[in-house]
């Protein structure tokens, strides 16, 4: 099939059953591929209300038309299931080359299924493919599990592997891949861990075929082209994400102690060209991506090297953990990292609990003899091996997450726990920015920013104006961003280069044959939107309204100091926000897709 | 004319790769490429690039004499000519003479400096420039 690898991989841990189904063309018409592909075998394949942990979960791993081609950022594969951290739907999209060698594999998706009866990783080579002995990859950190594969199977494989972390099923457990790329978020490393797959290998060495090849390397050489003469391509690349940090210091955006702030007093030493000229070595890409937003950086103090920090982890194990010095929050990336957890999610439980110590709610005993101050360093380090080795008090209760966290502790605490869906939210701190905050409430993952990532909006048309374009805005960027996530693809390029986005329709239409406009790929996003929603709804009984709320600290307590010192959005904006997106969106006002919202987008057989 | 890399500048994306298996070969495949990115990771984190350098130490020892220079200098593999006996690939100092009878089964491959692999590399890591002269 034209553009695509043209094979489904279903791999049964339980059985040792391995199957290679054709990818229907129907499929790839309805979903495209990614995490339209992910949320198609997650809701007709998975039985309702199963446990996110158990063997029926499926660990679904799909690439895109745009994995592996010629096309700028064809370098993202995306990992969907069952979160077990928020019992929703999860998916998470890994950068790094594993996207492209499933591709030159032959494989559109990955189902991996049931669950071993002892550790195993996969190993693929084209059309071997095999469940393996770990038992001596078992209790290793991810890198050295990358390490010892690409020792036994050479360089050209690709590694994608669970750290402790994901063994112990930490409910916020990540994935690992190329030394420092990561599915991080929803624990979907939980969910590899729960099956008892340490790693995959993987090899390919096959053509993609294309429909119309010299369409397809015109359209090709136009997007890189687009890409080099973007006037932003020097500045971006020198820094990557780290570039938005001073921004959001300056405007408040920057997680601060538990958000409570959004300037952070240490915040200038974490800069992005702090970082570039203290730390980083390398600039590190992705597949095909002339705009490298991945730096590599050699850590002196420390004597070791990682893939980072980029923005989420200098706000979450920096500022928001009251951590100013690059090379601490390097390291506590690189201990993430290697123990696989992600570092958005362990930030946010470590600043959670740092405020719990502060106010006295949670003992010493309960840390374990820590003394949990925000800016203690050795502490940040020491409760991220407790958290991924489920050790001691603090350890097992930060490895389920704030909102089981709190839920346990209670005191006062659930209203600083940072999370919406019980997802810890990602590094933007939105006192006052209403985009932002109903971006955050709504995304259909918890509270992760890459959906819509609307602040800077925010600033263009008034940080506190609750208007409908607001919310129009949110939408459509809910459609358009994420449609990355289906294609294979990564969105940098549109969103920091600014190229033509239509640059990108005749590439998709040469390459499978079928002319998409931006136009149709929004309604399959929208479609995707609404079918992520129905998930939800059918997996948590009651699930509406009162899960797409943000955490009070963003309405009731307004930062005392920094840029948004003074300014929450008003209790009642909240709710209007959610109000005019429900009604822009056809749901009704629990936030249920009508009926006739349904019948529009052809999902009436995913009704709940 | 050749083509320069300067690895401190990649950051191994493979861009370079697929550009140049879409020339040697219509195909969206780097395994097919003419170039080698070496990945040094975890440490020391660089990247090692490989390119031709027009040597001409395959054309020197090809008995079936298929490989040639077109009207730049510019040495490349006459395809239907090579009789796949490998005699060129260990002799390249770069490593970047290919034979892969399971990926390509009827001929070497090298660089033809077609330059896609520059117009398509962000980092500016790559170029074509006269030859320095030794």
């Known amino acids: ?608 | 004319m050749r083509l320069y890399a300067d690895s401190s500048k990649c950051s191994g994306c493979n861009a370079c790769r697929v550009a140049c298996s879409l020339n040697l070969f219509g195909e969206t495949n780097p395994k097919k490429a003419a170039l080698i990115i070496e990945p040094h990771f975890p440490a020391p984190g660089v990247y090692n690039v490989k390119v031709c350098t027009q040597c001409g130490e395959c054309a020197l020892v090809c008995p079936a004499e298929c490989i040639k220079q077109d009207e730049r200098g510019v040495y490349y593999v006459v395809q239907e000519d090579c009789i796949m006996c490998e005699a060129c690939v260990p002799v390249c100092p770069e490593s970047v003479m290919f034979m892969d009878a399971s990926l390509v089964p009827n001929t070497a491959w090298e660089c033809d400096l077609c330059g896609d692999c520059v117009e398509v590399c962000g980092t500016s890591a790559l170029w074509i420039a006269e030859k320095e002269l030794a």
Request: charged share 25%.
């Open chain 1, 1 to 608: 099939m034209n553009g695509y690898g043209g094979t489904i991989l279903r791999v049964n841990l339980t059985t040792g059953k391995i199957i290679r189904e054709p990818t229907t063309p129907e499929l790839a018409r309805d979903y495209i591929g990614g995490r339209g592909f992910g949320i198609y075998f997650l809701t007709k394949e998975v039985p309702i209300h199963t446990d996110p942990l158990g063997p029926e979960n499926k660990l679904i791993i799909s690439t895109g038309p745009l994995s592996g081609m010629l096309a700028p950022g064809g370098g993202k594969c995306d990992w969907t299931c069952k979160s077990p951290l928020t019992g929703g739907y999860a998916d998470a999209s890994m950068g790094g080359h594993f996207t492209a060698e499933m591709k030159y594999a032959g494989l559109d998706s990955i189902i991996l299924e049931g669950r071993s009866s002892k550790p195993v990783y996969l190993f693929i080579d084209n059309e071997k493919v095999e469940l393996l002995d770990a038992s001596k990859l078992w209790g290793k950190g991810a890198i050295d599990t990358e390490v010892d594969l690409k020792k036994q199977y050479g360089e050209p494989f690709q590694i994608a592997a669970i750290g402790p972390g994901g063994e112990n099923q930490v409910l916020f457990a990540c994935i690992n891949h190329d030394y420092g790329r990561q599915a991080g978020r929803g624990g979907v490393g939980a969910v590899m861990g729960s099956k008892n797959l340490k790693a995959i290998a993987l090899h390919g060495t096959g053509s993609v075929t294309v429909a119309d090849p010299d369409a397809y390397r015109k359209a090709g050489m136009a997007l890189y082209k687009a890409c080099k003469e973007a006037d932003n391509l020097k500045d971006w690349t020198r820094y990557g994400t780290t570039i938005v940090v001073s921004w959001c210091d300056e405007v408040g955006a920057l997680p601060t102690r538990n958000f409570t702030a959004g300037s952070f007093e240490g915040g200038k030493t974490l800069y992005g060209p702090v970082m570039r000229e203290q730390i980083v070595i390398t600039d590190k890409g992705c597949f095909g991506c002339p705009c490298p937003c991945g730096k590599y950086s050699n850590l002196k103090r420390y004597g070791t090297q990682v893939e980072g920090p980029e923005y989420e982890t200098i706000g979450m194990l920096g500022s928001d953990v009251g951590l100013s010095d690059i090379q601490d929050v390097a390291q506590a990336n690189l201990l993430c990292d290697d123990l696989g957890i992600d570092s958005i999610s362990a930030g946010g439980c470590i600043a959670w609990a740092m405020e719990a110590y502060e106010k006295g709610v949670l003992s010493k005993d309960e840390t374990d003899g820590l003394d949990l101050k925000f800016g203690n360093v050795d502490a940040v380090f020491a409760t991220i091996r407790k958290i991924a080795a489920r050790e001691g008090k603090l350890g097992t209760l930060l490895s389920e997450g704030t909102k089981r966290a709190a839920l346990k502790i209670g005191k006062g605490t659930q209203d600083y726990a940072i999370h919406i869906k019980g997802m810890e939210q990602s590094a933007y701190a939105i006192h006052n920015a209403t985009a932002m905050l109903i971006s955050y409430m709504t995304c259909d993952v918890g509270a992760h920013h890459n959906r819509a990532w609307a602040i800077t909006y925010d600033l263009q048309v008034g940080r506190d104006k609750v208007v409908p374009e607001k919310v129009a805005r949110v939408i459509w960027l809910q459609h358009f961003r994420p449609m990355f996530d289906v294609l294979g693809g990564c969105r940098l390029q549109w969103v920091e280069l600014g190229i033509d986005r239509d640059l990108y329709v005749p590439l998709l239409e040469a390459m499978t044959g079928t002319r998409r406009t931006w136009e149709d790929l929004e309604r399959t996003g929208e479609r995707i939107w609404n079918l992520t929603r129905l998930y939800w709804m059918r997996e948590v009984d009651g699930f509406g309204r009162s899960w797409d709320q943000p955490s009070p600290r963003f309405y009731t307590e307004p930062p005392a100091t920094g840029a948004t010192a003074g300014q929450i959005t008003k209790p009642e904006d909240v709710q209007k926000l959610l109000d005019m997106y429900y009604e822009q969106r056809g749901w009704d006002s629990d936030g249920h897709p009508k009926h006739e919202t349904l019948e529009k987008l052809n999902l009436v057989e995913f009704a709940v």
